[in-house]
Nanobody, 116 residues
Framework: QVQLVESGGGLVQPGGSLRLSCTAS????????MRWYRQAPGKERELVAM????????DYRDSVKGRFTISRDNAKNTAYLQMNSLKPEDTAVYYC?????????WGQGTQVTVSS
């Protein structure tokens, strides 16, 4: 059974930090590029960051560059999203995604709220 389980979300003040985790099971994690998406209320889901299978290549949407860092530990079947200098506009449900060929796996999401 394929599972992606996100954790680490919560309420944080502007300027604060959170670290999201995405733990995978049921498939060969190390062979899938990993992505983090987010969806704010009333908005479309958007790609935040991606990382290649070995973690060598990463990419970010412009609005999070320099603040967010994506990483992975293939030995632990886990991907991470370190989020620093958080802004109210980062408030959203964050989802991790593993996609390759016709296989497309999603987690249930974790809420991140940035508010004073």
């Amino acid at each position: 059974q394929v599972q992606l389980v996100e954790s680490g979300g919560g309420l944080v003040q502007p300027g604060g930090s959170l670290r999201l985790s995405c733990t995978a099971s049921g498939f060969t994690f190390s062979t899938y590029p990993m992505r983090w998406y987010r969806q704010a209320p009333g908005k479309e889901r958007e790609l935040v960051a991606m990382i290649s299978t070995a973690g060598i290549t990463t990419d970010y949407r412009d609005s999070v560059k320099g603040r967010f860092t994506i990483s992975r530990d293939n030995a632990k079947n886990t991907a991470y999203l370190q989020m620093n200098s958080l802004k109210p506009e980062d408030t959203a449900v964050y989802y991790c995604n593993a996609r390759k060929w016709t296989y497309d796996f999603w987690g249930q999401g974790t809420q991140v709220t940035v508010s004073s």
